[in-house]
């Protein structure tokens, strides 16, 4: 089936709509209406009423083929295949691709087929500020942001919406920094260890198979947001020993990794908050141990099914309007 415009008059009624790239990014641009069902699926996780089976994936010699099934009451029925390779030869392309295929949560119809790399990388980078607005100081303004990737750019395209916020990208490449941040219009930091040092938050998001923030580097109050380090652990051990810890899912303890967080294998399940707690309430995120203020935390997110239902929710709604 070819790929379609959001507004193409002429596909028959009922018929499965089928998104390429471009067309999935539009339909995912009502950024309020992305959070919104972020939120809700998020909450829905944290109480237990999303249906969400454990990944399984098939390991082929260069990467793998995943499969995600998830529903979330409300939002709907989904399922997402996606594949993990690496590809060195094109540094900063996204390592997922696949699609993702919404049904109706009532009679099981499939209603749309989506390209998962911009959908992944949208709704990774939402819940990531998602979380940094409920966790941060209420006065958090200087924002860094670690990567030069696919999911670096959906940060910052989110990011640079709000002009309250001073936004500097770091990375391991200067050259890919350099590049990035002046296609944007932004500040380029010296280095990693610099930008952290300067900021109220830092959204990591690259494909690092060991640390590339350190403790030592982040000043009292700052937030934390992990979600790469895919490979390996984003954050060294001595930030996840001190701070706040919050995660989308328990499974993010509890399994191993790739589908847990390298960074979380062996701590204290009763350590980490689910996000979806401070969401609704349940939980009072920033400040649970005291002295708020001075508080480190962290989101460590490794993705989760519910999220892809919330992302695929806004688009098929999206497609109806």
Partial sequence: MPAEDLSDAATPAGAVRVLDAAATR???????????????ALIAVARGEASV???IAARATAGLLGAM??????????AKLITVFA???????????????????????????LDAEPLTAIRTAATSILAFRALARPDARRVAVIGTGTL??????????????????????????????GRLGLAAAASIESAVRAADAVLCCTGAHGPVVRREWLAPGTHVSSVGGSQGPELDAATIAEAALFAEWDGAVAAAPPAGAHELQGVDPGRVTLLGAVLDGTHPGRGALGAS????????STGHAALDVAAASVAVAALAA
């Fill in 26 to 40: 539009r339909a995912l641009s009502d950024s309020a209406a992305l959070t919104a069902a972020l939120s809700r």
């Fill in 53 to 55: 089976p454990p990944r």
């Fill in 69 to 78: 099934p998830g529903y979330v009451p409300g939002l709907g029925l989904a």
């Fill in 87 to 113: 590809d060195p030869a094109r540094p900063g392309r996204s390592t997922h691709q696949g699609v993702l295929v919404a049904f109706d949560e009532r009679d099981g119809r499939p209603l749309a087929v």
């Fill in 152 to 181: 670096a750019a959906a940060h910052l395209a989110q990011l640079t919406a709000d002009p309250d916020l001073s936004v500097t990208v770091a990375g391991r490449d200067r050259e890919r920094v350099r590049a990035l941040s």
């Fill in 293 to 300: 203020n001075a508080e480190l935390t962290v989101f460590k």
